[in-house]
């Protein structure tokens, strides 16, 4: 997995707990995002980053607080979780700003999250 | 908005048999791109195809091959000679053609079990 990391794989927390998620990508990529993947729902886009800024945020509680530093890091900051946020969250990245065919994005292990 | 339609939940093959999978998208845009994604039990997801929507020829990887009707808005997943490595969940996504990096819209993805 040289590609996309993420650290932790696996996060139980309480619902007064604060983690943070982390996501790095070796590839060189301009664009990462975070979806949450949850058991019988499709895979949720969360937030995108274009070189550092965030362009997409699809309506996500305010308890999830991304943070992207420069175009290899993207951090998603967790505080007073609910238990229904328990899910795998993915990291991805992806070439460059979105209208090229090349522009697959790329995914990370994901980190499991279970909120107690 | 768009919306990507995967109707079989479960899948299951024979090795060594074909089996298709179906995708069905819903967009107002003439330039998009489509993708197969897999995700292999407790394993990342790692693209498997993808079509850009003002190509007729239909993609093909080796074993993994569609069937791209744009009229239609179907973008099937056909599986040749199927393998045990073959088993895994598998996501139709879209994507708009874009400047920006951004939504790619996800099916609820397929299970598929291959049999020895």
């Known amino acids: 997995e040289t590609g996309v990391t993420q650290t932790p794989r696996h996060l139980v927390m309480g619902m007064t707990n604060k983690k943070s998620l982390k996501c790095e990508q070796h590839?060189?990529?301009?664009?990462m995002y975070w979806y949450k993947q949850s058991a019988k729902k499709p895979l949720e886009l969360m937030f995108v980053?274009?070189?550092?800024?965030?362009?997409e945020n699809n309506s996500v509680p305010s308890r999830f607080s991304p943070e992207c530093p420069n175009s290899s890091h993207l951090f998603l900051h967790l505080h007073t979780l609910q238990p229904e946020d328990s899910a795998l969250y993915l990291c991805?990245?992806?070439?460059?700003?979105?209208?090229?065919?090349?522009?697959?994005?790329?995914f990370g292990p994901g980190t499991r999250l279970t909120v107690l | 908005a768009q919306t990507v339609t995967q109707s079989q939940p479960e899948m299951s093959v024979q090795e060594a048999e074909t089996v298709t999978l179906s995708c069905t998208y819903d967009?107002?845009?003439?330039?998009?791109?489509l993708f197969w994604y897999k995700q292999p039990p407790s394993r990342q997801m790692i693209l498997v195809i993808r079509?850009?929507?003002?190509?007729?020829q239909n993609a093909t990887e080796n074993r993994f091959s569609v069937n791209f009707q744009k009229a239609a808005k179907s973008f099937s997943l056909k599986i040749s000679d199927s393998q045990l490595g073959d088993a895994a969940m598998y996501f139709c996504?879209?994507?708009?053609?874009?400047?920006?990096?951004?939504?790619?819209?996800f099916g609820d993805g397929t299970t598929l079990t291959v049999k020895p």
């Open positions: 991805a990245s992806s070439p460059t700003g979105g209208g090229l065919a090349t522009d697959t994005q790329y």
């Open positions: 590839l060189g990529h301009n664009a």
């Open positions: 980053y274009n070189f550092k800024e965030q362009t």
């Open positions: 967009t107002s845009e003439s330039d998009y791109y």
């Open positions: 079509q850009e929507a003002y190509k007729q």
């Open positions: 996504a879209y994507k708009d053609n874009s400047i920006y990096a951004g939504k790619s819209t």
